[in-house]
C-alpha cells in the first residue's frame, strides 16, 4: 500500500486571507445524515412556481437557457422565496500541492472507480499507488476545464446532487469547498443531497430562468453501491446535457497536469473543515467565503415543471382512478424513489402501494440497482413474468396483476416497462411510444416528433416505425451526449430543429427534449399515456386494453424484432480485448464468405465496425461497435453486436446484442432468449469467447 509523499504532507500554500461575512460563532451541527427529506419537512421554507402563465401542463414544449441562442423566453422560472442563512465559522482559501493521477478518463456517463478509491483508502489500477485527495484532484480538473471552456470565466452558478449512494453526502462536502475555493459564486444543492440524473438536468435548464451553467453529478447509475463497490462524478454542461467528448477529453488532459487544488478551511487551518447540514430547510444559504455561497434547494420543483410540460395531469390523474388500472413502481432504493412518489402518489393520487423500495439508500438494500430481467426481478414476478421475460405458468388470473409496472436505476434516468405478464424490451418501448406520440401532448401539440433516435446497438424497430411516419431517425453511438447534440441543433448550434425529439437505448434509457438526459419516470407516464389514449373509448366496467394488447398489435402492424442481450461482467481487460481483436481481425477486415456454414445454417455474411459522423457538429466518433452481419437458411437477416462497455469500475464487461427480425405474427409469442438461442451459440462460437475469456455462460441476459 503506498501514498504519494506529497499528497501524504499536503502542505498548504496559503492565499489572500478571506473570511466569511459577519460571524464569528460556529453553527454546531451533528453528523452528516443520510436520511432523505421530508418534502416541506423540517420547518423547511416554502417555494414557489412561477408558471409564467402557464398552468398545469404548459402551453410550449420549448426550454430555455440564458444567453442561449434561440431561446424560448416563455420557459417556467423556478426560484425559493424565503432564504435563511446560517452562521459558519469564518474560512479562508487554501492551495494544496499535489500531482497528477492516472486514470481518471470519463467514460461515456462520467468518471467511476471503486468507491474507496475516490476516499484515498485504495490504490489506483493504474501505478498501485493510494492517493489521500482523489475527489479534490479530480474536481479540480473539471473546474478548470469548464472555465477553459468558458472563455476564461469562472463560473457563476453550479449544481452538486448525487443519487444517494454511500460517500454522497461527504463527497458533496468536499466538492463545495473546491468550487468556493475557485471562487464560484452560488453552488446549488437540493434538500438530502440527493437529486435524480433527469433532475438535475431539468434544474439545470428551469430554475433561475436557467442560471446554472453545469452541474456536478455523483452517481455511477446503475452500478451496486456501498463499501467496496462504485462511485462516480459525471459533469453536464450548460443546457443540461451530459459533457462533450470535447470536455471530457480535455478534463482528462488537464487531469494529467495538475500541480495543485483550491479547497478552503477554517480560519485557525487546524484541518476542520466548514461544514453544510444537508438536510437544512430548503432555502437555507451557507456563505462559505465572501464570494461564494451554498444554497438548499427544492429537489422537485425544476423536474416537476418539465414533466408537466409533457404531459396532461389532470388526465392522468382521472385515468389512474379506473377499475382495472394498477401501477407498480420499483425505485430499487434509488434518487429516483422519491421523485416517483412526489409525482405517482401526491400529484397523480396513486395509493402508495403503487410504489415499492422508493427509499434511497447508500447501499440500494444490497441490490444491484440496474432494472432489467436479471436485477429487478421482485418486480418482474410481481407482473407475473419468468426470468426470460416471458409469462409465468403460474398465474391463473392476470386480472390480479398489475397493469403497469416499471423500475428505474440508482439515478433515476433508466426504466423498465412491463404490462401484465408482458415484458417489453426497451427498443419496443422506444418505437411503440414514437407510434403513439399523438397520446403525449408534448408530441401531440407540435404534430409529432421532429427527430427521433436510438443508439446503433438497439433494435431498428424505431427506424421502421419512423420511416413509416416520416419522421427523421438516427443511429449514434452509445452514450446520451449524442443524443445531446440532435436535440440541441437549433439551441446550440443555430440548425436545423429536431424538436420535439425522442431518442433511447438499448439499455432501458428513454427520454425526450424537456430536459438533455434519459428520464426512468418520463418513460413510465408516456406510457401511462399511451394506456389511458387506448382505453379513451372503453365503458366503464369493461376490461381495460393493456400493454400486452398494445405490444402485440405493434408487432402485428410492423413486425417483431427479437432482440435481447448478453453481459461478460467483469472480464480481465486482457481478456476481453483479445475477443475484440479476433472479431476485428477476423471478420471486419478478414474475408468473411471464408467461414463455413455449422449445422445451424447460420452464414455469416459480412463484419463491420461501427462509425459515427455527428451531423450537427461535424466530430467523428470511431469503434463504437463491431457488428456481425448473419442469414437464416430462410433468407431472413439477423446480427449481433459486441462492445466493451465504459460504465464499469473494474475489468471490462463485454456486451453482446443479438437482433432478428420476424415478420410472421404466429412465431411472435416466442420468447426472445429462446429464439436467439441459435443465433447466439453461432457467434460466441466463432468469437471463441469460452476459450479466450473462461466463461460458460454470461452473467446477464436480458
Not at 482 to 492: A, H, I, P, Q, R
Amino acid at each position: 500500500m503506498k501514498f504519494h509523499p506529497i499528497i501524504v504532507s499536503s502542505l498548504a500554500i496559503l492565499l489572500s486571507p478571506t473570511k466569511c461575512t459577519t460571524t464569528t460563532e460556529a453553527f454546531h451541527l451533528g453528523p452528516i445524515s443520510r436520511a432523505f427529506l421530508s418534502r416541506g419537512g423540517g420547518g423547511g421554507s416554502s417555494s414557489s412556481i412561477s408558471n409564467s402563465g402557464r398552468s398545469g401542463r404548459g402551453n410550449s414544449a420549448s426550454d430555455s437557457h440564458n444567453g442561449a441562442a434561440g431561446t424560448d423566453s416563455s420557459c417556467t422560472s423556478i426560484s425559493t422565496s424565503t432564504t435563511l442563512t446560517a452562521t459558519m465559522t469564518p474560512s479562508i482559501l487554501k492551495e494544496v500541492p499535489t500531482v497528477p493521477i492516472p486514470g481518471m478518463k470519463p467514460g461515456t456517463s462520467g468518471l467511476r472507480k471503486k468507491v474507496e478509491v475516490w476516499q484515498g483508502l485504495k490504490e489506483v489500477e493504474e501505478g498501485g499507488v493510494m492517493y489521500e485527495h482523489y475527489v479534490e484532484n479530480f474536481i479540480q480538473s473539471l473546474i478548470d476545464t469548464a472555465k477553459a471552456s468558458n472563455g476564461g470565466k469562472m463560473l457563476d452558478t453550479i449544481i452538486v446532487a448525487g443519487d444517494g449512494r454511500y460517500f454522497n453526502n461527504e463527497a458533496i462536502q468536499t466538492i463545495c469547498h473546491v468550487l468556493a475555493g475557485n471562487g464560484v459564486s452560488n453552488i446549488w444543492v437540493p434538500k438530502g443531497g440527493i437529486m435524480s440524473t433527469p433532475a438535475v438536468s431539468a434544474a439545470i435548464r428551469r430554475r433561475d430562468g436557467g442560471a446554472a451553467q453545469g452541474g456536478i453529478v455523483l452517481t455511477a447509475s446503475h452500478n451496486p453501491g456501498g463499501p467496496g463497490e462504485d462511485f462516480g462524478i459525471k459533469y453536464n454542461e450548460a443546457f443540461g446535457q451530459p459533457a462533450g467528448e470535447e470536455f471530457t477529453d480535455a478534463l482528462y488532459q488537464r487531469s494529467l497536469e495538475i500541480q495543485s487544488f483550491k479547497t478552503i478551511t477554517s480560519e485557525e487551518d487546524n484541518g476542520t473543515l466548514p461544514y453544510m447540514d444537508l438536510d437544512a430547510s430548503i432555502g437555507t444559504e451557507y456563505k462559505l467565503t465572501d464570494t461564494s455561497t451554498v444554497t438548499i434547494i427544492d429537489p422537485f420543483d425544476s423536474y416537476l415543471d418539465a414533466l408537466k410540460s409533457c404531459f396532461d395531469f389532470e388526465k392522468l390523474k382521472e385515468f389512474g382512478k379506473r377499475d382495472g388500472f394498477k401501477i407498480l413502481y420499483d425505485g430499487m432504493h434509488g434518487a429516483g424513489g422519491p421523485f416517483a412518489r412526489r409525482v405517482l402518489v401526491e400529484e397523480l393520487d396513486l395509493p402508495e402501494s403503487s410504489l415499492m423500495r422508493c427509499n434511497p439508500l447508500p447501499d440500494f438494500g444490497k441490490c444491484h440497482p440496474d432494472p432489467n430481467l436479471t436485477y429487478a426481478d421482485s418486480l418482474v414476478k410481481k407482473m407475473g413474468l419468468q426470468s426470460d421475460g416471458s409469462s409465468s405458468p403460474s398465474i391463473s388470473d392476470i386480472s390480479t396483476l398489475p397493469a403497469l409496472g416499471a423500475a428505474n436505476d440508482g439515478d433515476g434516468d433508466r426504466n423498465l416497462i412491463a404490462g401484465a405478464q408482458c415484458f417489453v424490451t426497451p427498443s419496443d418501448s422506444l418505437a411503440i411510444i414514437c407510434d403513439n406520440w399523438e397520446a403525449i401532448p408534448h408530441f401531440a401539440e407540435a404534430g409529432g416528433p421532429k427527430g427521433v433516435a436510438r443508439s446503433m446497438p438497439s433494435s431498428a424497430a424505431l427506424d421502421v416505425v419512423a420511416k413509416a411516419r416520416g419522421i427523421p431517425c438516427f443511429s449514434t453511438p452509445t452514450g446520451w451526449k449524442f443524443f445531446g447534440n440532435l436535440m440541441g441543433s437549433k439551441e446550440m448550434f443555430g440548425k436545423e430543429d429536431y424538436t420535439p425529439f425522442l431518442c433511447g437505448e438499448e439499455s432501458f434509457g428513454t427520454g425526450s427534449d424537456h430536459i438533455r438526459e434519459k428520464d426512468g419516470l418520463w418513460a413510465v407516464l408516456a406510457w401511462m399515456s399511451i394506456l389511458m389514449n387506448a382505453n379513451e373509448n372503453v365503458e366503464i366496467g369493461e376490461p381495460l386494453i393493456g400493454v400486452k394488447d398494445i405490444v402485440t398489435k405493434h408487432w402485428e402492424k410492423y413486425g417483431r424484432h427479437f432482440y435481447c442481450r448478453y453481459d461478460y461482467e467483469a472480464v480481465e481487460s486482457d481478456a476481453a480485448n483479445k475477443v475484440m481483436d479476433l472479431i476485428r481481425e477476423s471478420f471486419v477486415n478478414g474475408n468473411s464468405s471464408e467461414v463455413p456454414v455449422d449445422k445451424s445454417g447460420i452464414k455469416l455474411t459480412n463484419g463491420v465496425e461501427f462509425g459515427y459522423t455527428d451531423p450537427v457538429d461535424g466530430s467523428e466518433t470511431s469503434n463504437q461497435g463491431l457488428i456481425l452481419n448473419f442469414q437464416y437458411p430462410s433468407g431472413d437477416t439477423a446480427r449481433v453486436i459486441f462492445r466493451l462497455s465504459g460504465t464499469g469500475s473494474a475489468g471490462a464487461t463485454i456486451r453482446m446484442y443479438l437482433e432478428r427480425f420476424e415478420k410472421d405474427s404466429s412465431k411472435h409469442n416466442e420468447a426472445a432468449p429462446v429464439a436467439l438461442k441459435k443465433l447466439a451459440d453461432r457467434a460466441l462460437a466463432l468469437v471463441k469467447m469460452a476459450e479466450l475469456t473462461g466463461r460458460d455462460s454470461p452473467t446477464v441476459i436480458t
